[in-house]
């Protein structure tokens, strides 16, 4: 018997690598491991770290497209690009277009995407692989293209939604030539194109809630809309907290709907915080642009922190 007992014993000290060689085998397996990143961190240092940086220097400079020849001829003005913007009357109404935007176009986005999953969820049996496929290929689809087939939809003469308004007697307005009627514009096609992705992911999350629960509720009396506020939304909350921040994220940086649909017109109704830095790339403003583009950054910044502050689970 103690002659099996040692057998083994010896085996498993011959199986289990000695404490040397292990420290040895963990170097070697870090070494290859930084071998591995190396081309990524240089390239990340290159085209990332690197332009961060130098536009950080850039928005506390005077920088613009005739100094681009001789960048070390560049005065360092300080915060003066920063307090510059505070007082810029048409980067203010930028801010608030893009304010109106947001304010307006994330919640019914949100909106949009939550019934429609309820409903892809709960309520559409037949063909729901068709709905799904129709409901997210919007996002898919090239903005401009969708930007230039909602033009056509917006026609005061003869597009799409004044006729069928006309078949009800009501005058549709000129929506994207009145600045009263622009931004609701962008704002309706932003949403139609965009709460597919909220829909997938709220989808998603319906999925995961226990339908016992709904059951149990069910047969103490609560109704849809009782189990609907005080099951499936309390559950939900990551999942919200989630599509809120993307899609608040993507609506503060919005650029590509007014920029093809409006130009910005009329009247700069539709500027937005990031078409008016572009533009003033495009003058050459280089300092200036860069400095709008950080406070752009830090207005993404704030939200978002209040969203998670406001939308995380109580501990």
Known sequence: MSTVTDGATTARREDTPS???RPRTGLREGRAAWVLAIPFCLLFLVFTVWPVLQSLFMSVTDTRAKDLRNPFAVDIVGLENYTRALSDQNFLRAVRNTAYFVVVGVPL??????????????????????F????????????????????????TDFGLINTALGWVGITGP????????????????????????????FLAGLQAVPWALHEAAS???????????????PLLR??????????MIGYLQFFEEPFVMTNGGP??????????????????????????????FVVVA????IQFRALREKG
């Open 109 to 130: 986005t949100l909106l949009l995407a939550l019934a429609a999953a309820v409903a892809l969820d709960r309520g559409i049996t037949k063909f729901r692989s068709a």
């Open 132 to 155: 799904r496929l129709g409901f997210y290929l919007p996002v898919i689809t090239s903005i401009v293209a969708v930007a230039v087939v909602w033009q056509f939809l917006l026609k």
């Open 302 to 305: 704030i939200i978002t922190a």
């Open 174 to 201: 000129n929506w994207l030539g009145d600045p009263n009627w622009s931004m609701p514009a962008i704002i309706m096609m932003a949403a139609w194109r965009n709460f597919g992705t909220g829909m997938i992911i």
């Open 19 to 21: 404490r040397k060689s």
């Open 219 to 233: 047969i103490d009396g609560a109704n849809a809309w009782q189990r609907f506020r005080h099951i499936t939304l």
């Open 238 to 247: 990551p999942t919200i907290l989630f599509v809120s921040v993307t899609t």
């Open 267 to 296: 009247l700069d109704s539709t500027v937005s915080m990031s078409m008016y830095t572009y533009k003033q790339f495009g003058f050459g403003n280089y300092g200036y642009a860069a400095s709008l583009s950080y406070i752009i």
